[in-house]
T-cell receptor, first 111, second 117 residues
Framework: AQSVSQHNHHVILSEAASLELGCNYS??????LFWYVQYPGQHLQLLLK??????LVKGIKGFEAEFIKSKFSFNLRKPSVQWSDTAEYFC?????????FGTGTRLQVFP | GAVVSQHPSWVICKSGTSVKIECRSL??????MFWYRQFPKQSLMLMAT?????????EQGVEKDKFLINHASLTLSTLTVTSAHPEDSSFYIC?????????????FGPGTRLTVL
């Protein structure tokens, strides 16, 4: 069965620090990859997605992610985080008509 | 665009009663809607895929007779938790795929927090 792993369960950073959240998936075929963000008390929002083409994907709010097929990875990055980035981040893979989510990474950014 | 709403946002019920949760796509047509369950500090677990005009497809381990799904129109799907028990307390989230774009990009509702006493 397909699975998505997010190894960082809880990340604490100071403002302006760089961020990288890991995401690995188990499926070897063609996949569509997503990062979603859930701000406190809000619904899931799409940050970015990769379907094909340039493996470096730019998303909203300064986030980007790089698809590395050989490593089955789709890590999320941001060069300088802000307090407002405090949220839960979910990596997901779409295959066979459904989204499979990772366990999520809770990011806390302190001023 | 691409807004999905859920109603109610929060419900408390007694054990043994049934609760209906609505999921609506407000500005697009959704032939497919998805129902997820999220436990505290955990990820979203897909419960079922709801297709307009046909029976829902349930994930393994999800009781279809307990979680009744109806997708009567292109903008509305409902999840009814029948004979709810405290272990059904959870956060239920729906999502919808835009018919024009495809279901691989889903738009999520704000969720419904169910507490069964």
């Amino acid at each position: 069965a397909q699975s998505v792993s997010q190894h960082n369960h809880h990340v604490i950073l100071s403002e302006a620090a760089s961020l990288e959240l890991g995401c690995n998936y188990s499926y070897g075929g063609t996949v569509n990859l997503f990062w979603y963000v859930q701000y406190p008390g809000q619904h899931l929002q799409l940050l970015l997605k990769y379907f094909s083409g340039d493996p470096l994907v730019k998303g909203i709010k300064g986030f980007e992610a790089e698809f590395i097929k050989s490593k089955f990875s789709f890590n999320l990055r941001k060069p300088s985080v802000q307090w407002s980035d405090t949220a839960e981040y979910f990596c997901a893979v779409y295959n066979t008509d459904k989204l499979i989510f990772g366990t999520g990474t809770r990011l806390q950014v302190f001023p | 665009g691409a807004v999905v709403s859920q109603h109610p946002s929060w419900v408390i019920c007694k054990s043994g009663t049934s609760v209906k949760i609505e999921c609506r796509s407000l500005d697009f047509q959704a032939t497919t809607m998805f129902w997820y369950r999220q436990f505290p500090k955990q990820s979203l677990m897909l419960m079922a895929t709801s297709n307009e005009g046909s029976k829902a497809t349930y994930e393994q381990g999800v009781e279809k007779d307990k979680f009744l799904i109806n997708h009567a129109s292109l903008t509305l799907s409902t999840l009814t938790v029948t004979s709810a028990h405290p272990e059904d307390s959870s956060f239920y989230i729906c999502s919808a795929g835009d018919w024009n774009i495809g279901t691989d990009t889903q738009y999520f509702g704000p969720g419904t927090r169910l507490t069964v006493l």
